[in-house]
């Protein structure tokens, strides 16, 4: 098992390309400062499946679906579109982490992938 840690203190888009073909088994974030629910003020992290378009989790503390965040306490993620989970050398992993009105985000995304080669 291989682990990726991407730190988030901002709101962006990243890729992560992977050297070799790998199939994800966990992801888990954690926050540097506790965040509680908010309606108007809220950040929105999606991790996207091998398709670019597939959502394999998201984490928000918006007060419509989302949950507040304790400092230093992983949540891990309910993985969903797990047939698009796999990734190859040519595919990369899109992350987008999105605010809305003064929301704020300091955390780190950890993310556990398996080699996923065929050796037969």
Known sequence: MSTYKVHFQGFKSLYIPFP??????????????????????????????????????????????????????????????MDKGDFSTTQVMKIVCAKSGTGTIDGTLVIDVDDNRDFS
Not at 47 to 65: E, F, Q, R, W
């Open 20 to 81: 070799r073909s790998v199939r994800v088994n966990s992801i888990r974030f954690v926050t540097y400062s506790t965040f509680g629910t908010d309606a108007s003020n809220y950040f929105t992290l999606t991790v996207y499946a091998n398709d670019a378009t597939a959502a394999l989790c998201t984490y928000t503390n918006n007060s419509s679906g989302g949950s507040g965040f304790t400092d230093a306490v992983p949540v891990e993620a309910t993985l969903a579109n």
